[in-house]
């Protein structure tokens, strides 16, 4: 079950964090990896050591998502090395939250750029190559927040909800060539971004998680990882929630 031998999966802000455990969890199944990272080559050198380490081979790829040029490249590299990409998972994401009155134009326009014209850079650079091969798994991360909207992130929250409009609509587009196109909504999840949150905040946040407790990044990769497999070809469009309850 879950088999990805031989396939090739492009993950994107993959140097840690959810990313890592995406890319550790693909690999763990058999996939090659391309690991894309904008800055932190440490990290990505990391995850793609991991990644061989797990018996697969890896490339770390630095590219700033917002930059469609990069994004052309990332994949070009994939079909270059690995024949062809099987696999695409939007994860590079950035926050910089504040409350609407005191966003500036340069706060929202970034979280935009990455999170939302990021994402389409990459289904964009990778549906041709799977529609030529005539299947493709593509896997949005979006978040809880693009569903319930949050205070103080409404860049965030208008990045990711438009995440979801374009994982349908791409999804409409390519189903008759076999390519499925889902996204992935996590909630709190344990990453670097939660643990600097004060034990007040927290405690406050675990009053909305019906089942009492923050997830981890490999709840968040265990339902990529379905996504991607042989499986779930018969998903298209769907958003799956990995939050522990609070969207419902």
């Not at 693909?26 to 050591?49: D, H, K, M, W």
Request: charged share 20%.
């Amino acid at each position: 079950m879950f088999d990805l031998t031989g396939k090739t999966a492009v993950v994107t802000g993959g140097s840690r964090g959810i990313g890592r455990a995406i890319c550790l969890k693909l690999a763990g199944q058999g996939a090659n990896i391309v690991l894309n990272f904008a800055g932190n080559e440490a990290a990505a050198e990391e995850t793609r050591s991991q990644c061989e380490a797990l018996g697969v081979k890896a490339l770390a790829v630095k590219g700033d998502v917002a930059d469609a040029e990069a994004c052309n490249a990332l994949i070009e590299k994939a079909v270059s090395e690995f024949g062809g990409v099987d696999i695409l998972v939007c994860n590079a994401g950035v926050t910089r939250d504040n409350l609407l009155m005191r966003m500036s134009d340069e706060e929202f326009q970034k979280v935009i750029d990455t999170n939302l014209k990021g994402t389409f850079h990459c289904m964009r650079a990778a549906i041709r190559p799977m529609m030529k091969k005539r299947r493709g798994r593509i896997i949005s991360i979006s978040s809880v927040v693009g569903l319930m909207g949050n205070a103080g992130q409404i860049n965030y929250a208008a990045s990711k909800a438009g995440v979801i409009g374009m994982t349908k609509s791409l999804a409409r587009e390519v189903a008759s060539r076999h390519i499925t196109v889902n996204a992935v909504a996590p909630g709190f999840i344990k990453t670097d971004m939660t643990a600097v949150l004060s034990d007040s905040v927290k405690e406050g946040i675990l009053h909305g998680i019906p089942l009492g407790e923050l997830g981890e990044a490999e709840d968040v990769a265990n339902a990529v990882l379905y996504l991607a497999s042989d499986e779930a070809a018969y998903i298209t469009g769907q958003v799956i929630s990995v939050d522990g309850g609070m969207a419902m």
